[in-house]
């Protein structure tokens, strides 16, 4: 009930392609879905969010897809450059007021080849 | 600071010994978290504090790990009797009441020899 499922575990894109990065959960209590993108030696850091009320946000070149209903969601990397590549971790969590820890995906490595 | 500081930012240590690990969180920031990152592993939570609630500790994988947050800010991480299965990156991160975006420390990695 507590776990969220990522896939792939590492992804090799050519610069310029996309990168797809997938999740899924099971709580549906879960209202919250944040991804982090980690640098070696450095802490994970926030890229982008989303709330189940939408089913898509884009900032720049990253795009969240989020489907309720298979509760299932997913990061898109448009035009994927070398500066890109890292480990990203999804995450959920419940309660939109900070009473809910922040459960994570085993984290995907993600190498793009210029 | 400017950002979630911990220290020691390395630490090597021999099975059976204590450690602690200290967390510094942004100033202001309620809520308070430690992570375990194992290699090539995801991030495992262990506990979580916010405000004066009493904490989440389920996370905590067993009695011989602990942390305390002194005056609603520095956090210690404590593992006694260390086990080489205790060798990892333990992340702190905190974030403003209300707001569930986490702002990350650099770690500390622990070796456990």
């Known amino acids: 009930q507590q776990q969220v499922k990522q896939s792939p575990q590492s992804l090799i894109v050519q610069k310029g392609g996309i990168s797809i990065i997938n999740c899924a959960y099971e709580?549906?209590?879960?209202?919250?879905f944040p991804w982090y993108q980690q640098f070696p030696g450095k802490g994970p850091a926030l890229l982008i969010a989303?709330?189940?009320?939408?089913s898509e946000k884009k900032e720049g070149r990253f795009t969240i897809s989020f489907n309720k209903s298979a509760k299932q969601f997913s990061l898109h990397i448009m035009d994927s450059q070398p500066g890109d590549s890292a480990t990203y971790f999804c995450a959920a969590s419940r309660g939109s007021s900070n009473t809910g820890k922040l459960i994570f995906g085993q984290g995907t490595t993600l190498q793009v080849k210029p | 600071g400017a950002g979630v500081s911990q220290s020691p930012s390395n630490k090597v240590t021999e099975k059976g010994k204590d450690v602690e690990l200290r967390c510094d969180p942004i100033s202001g920031h309620t809520a308070l978290y430690w992570y375990r990152q194992s290699l090539g592993q995801g991030l495992e939570f262990l506990i979580y504090?916010?405000?004066?609630?009493?904490?989440?500790k389920s996370g905590l994988p067993s009695d011989r790990f602990s942390a305390e947050r002194t005056g609603g800010s520095v956090s210690t991480l404590t593992i006694q009797r260390t086990q080489q299965e205790d060798s990892a990156v333990y992340l702190c991160?905190?974030?403003?009441?209300?707001?569930?975006?986490?702002?990350f420390g650099a770690g500390s990695r622990l070796t456990v020899l």
């Open positions: 991160a905190s974030s403003p009441q209300g707001d569930n975006v986490l702002t």
């Open positions: 504090f916010q405000g004066n609630s009493a904490p989440d």
């Open positions: 709580n549906t209590a879960f209202d919250y």
């Open positions: 989303i709330r189940p009320d939408v």
